[in-house]
């Protein structure tokens, strides 16, 4: 059974570039997360995607957008990146079918704008 | 507004003895609570959760009690190890849906040998 793995584990951006990021979640699991955790704060949800579409969104601008693939892996994008975007970005798996109780996070990636 | 709150941003405890992590919410519709635990250069990994239709589960040294007219929640680590020292997040969830949580802002075990 392999586990969420995140790619790139770490990234630097100027202000104003788009970045992608990728998710490739849990091997029978359905449904990926997104979330943003800054420096000395617990992880913020960005968004929920599950069988292709969004399932749910925190409080995240536009500019923060994601896709979900057939075979469940997921891509956060952001574009416009700003400053405060600076933060470790965790994805994480889980299924909607059965019994959704707990996620299985992946080791984030780091996201340095400057 | 956060919605879960850890007001203890950090806890030393001794090896052996009971370490005791608390969180608070306000959102009434919470109704599943975990408990994570975050190494540096890591994920958050998966600890422990209740069902807001009970009040205690216990899984081996760990324990989460949860007060519903409190809206609060605590993890008991019985007995610490040094292993355990960690961030510890509280998260809770609507609908038992894990992967849409709110956290906290963690708090920092530290067990001493």
């Known amino acids: 059974e392999t586990g969420v793995t995140q790619s790139p584990t770490h990234l630097i951006k100027t202000r104003g570039q788009q970045v992608t990021l990728r998710c490739s979640s849990q091997s029978g699991h359905n449904t990926v997360s997104w979330y943003q955790q800054a420096l000395g704060q617990g992880p913020q949800f960005i968004f929920q995607y599950y069988r292709e579409e969004e399932n749910g969104r925190g409080n995240f601008p536009p500019r923060f957008s994601g896709l979900q693939f057939p075979n469940y892996s997921s891509e956060l994008n952001v574009n416009a990146l700003e400053l405060d975007d600076s933060a470790l970005y965790l994805c994480?798996?889980?299924?909607?079918?059965?019994?959704?109780?707990?996620?299985?996070f992946g080791q984030g990636t780091r996201l340095t704008v400057v | 507004d956060q919605q879960v709150k850890q007001n203890s941003p950090s806890l030393s405890v001794q090896e052996g003895r009971i370490s005791i992590l608390n969180c608070d919410y306000t959102?009434?519709?919470?109704?599943?609570f975990l408990w994570y635990k975050k190494y540096p250069a890591e994920g958050p990994t998966f600890l422990i959760s209740i069902s807001s239709i009970k009040d205690k589960n216990e899984d081996g040294r760990f324990t989460v009690f949860l007060n519903k007219s409190a809206k609060h929640l605590s993890l008991h680590i019985v007995p610490s190890q040094p292993g355990d020292s960690a961030v510890y997040f509280c998260?809770?969830?609507?609908?038992?849906?894990?992967?849409?949580?709110?956290f906290g802002d963690g708090t920092t075990l530290t067990v001493k040998p």
């Open positions: 994480a798996s889980s299924s909607m079918t059965g019994r959704n109780t707990e996620a299985f």
């Open positions: 998260a809770a969830s609507v609908d038992t849906n894990a992967g849409k949580s709110t």
């Open positions: 959102n009434s519709m919470f109704d599943y």
